[in-house]
């Protein structure tokens, strides 16, 4: 693999979601140390953050790869110290998803932008672990299939083994579609005024989602609920 890294970019996501030491013979790295608050899910989080940039271009190929940056996330929660969780980024994913690009070295700057692009992951539990997604934007030629893009998601995809290596990467965030299972849909009226409800359930996640339509005003309510919300509600109320 270290030989290779310099020839072919795409064996970079290997390495970073290995944590290679290999990375830093081809990549000048950058370590950087900051606090960030996940609303809601993680709370407060120590952040390791590794900025990489390639050294020099070794081949022509690798000449296209000079002014890109890839960022690697160690995330810690304070509130536990046996959880880490992982984010890889590189200079594609923040033009094609987040509409923002590095202009300098400046470690200011790449905390600023990382508070910006964190603060937009949300944090899916399920029983046995945590992932950081961010929904798909969606676009202008995907419109017509808006329902279908409602359920993309994007997450990195840590299992090495499903890598194909002779496949040219250039984002390290990965399209998921998540089909939802509808276990109820019905209509109810409430207060005189009738509503579609519909239930769905994400058995990948773990969670359920409740939409609520009201036909005279034309307007959706969805609500989202996972399975520790359900444990942490007071008995009195189920």
Not at 41 to 67: D, P
Not at 196 to 212: A, G, L, M, R, Y
Request: with cysteine.
């Amino acid at each position: 693999m270290k030989s290779q890294i310099s020839l072919h970019p795409s064996y970079l996501k290997i390495d970073m979601m290995c944590q290679s030491k290999n990375v830093e013979s081809v990549f000048d790295c950058k370590t950087l140390h900051f606090i960030h608050k996940f609303q809601n899910t993680l709370g407060k989080c120590y952040i390791r953050l590794k900025v990489y940039k390639r050294r020099k271009a070794v081949t022509q190929e690798s000449k296209k790869e000079l002014g890109l940056y890839h960022l690697s996330y160690q995330i810690n929660p304070e509130k536990t110290k046996t959880k880490q969780y992982r984010l890889i980024l590189n200079s594609y994913d923040l033009q094609n998803f987040f509409d923002t690009k590095i202009d300098t070295d400046s470690p200011f700057d790449f905390i600023g932008i990382s508070r910006e692009l964190l603060s937009k992951f949300q944090v899916w539990r399920t029983l046995n672990t945590k992932v950081l997604y961010i929904p798909a934007p969606k676009k202008s030629s995907l419109d017509q299939h808006s329902d279908q893009m409602d359920q993309l998601y994007l997450q990195n995809d840590f299992n090495v083994n499903t890598f194909d290596n002779k496949m040219k990467i250039n984002n390290y965030l990965e399209h998921k579609n998540y089909q939802p299972r509808v276990i109820y849909q019905g209509v109810k009226r409430i207060e005189g005024e009738f509503f579609v409800i519909t239930i769905e359930h994400v058995n990948q996640f773990d969670f359920w989602s409740i939409k609520v339509y009201h036909p005279k005003t034309s307007r959706y309510y969805e609500s989202i609920i996972f399975f520790d919300d359900i444990l942490n509600l007071r008995k009195k109320f189920l």
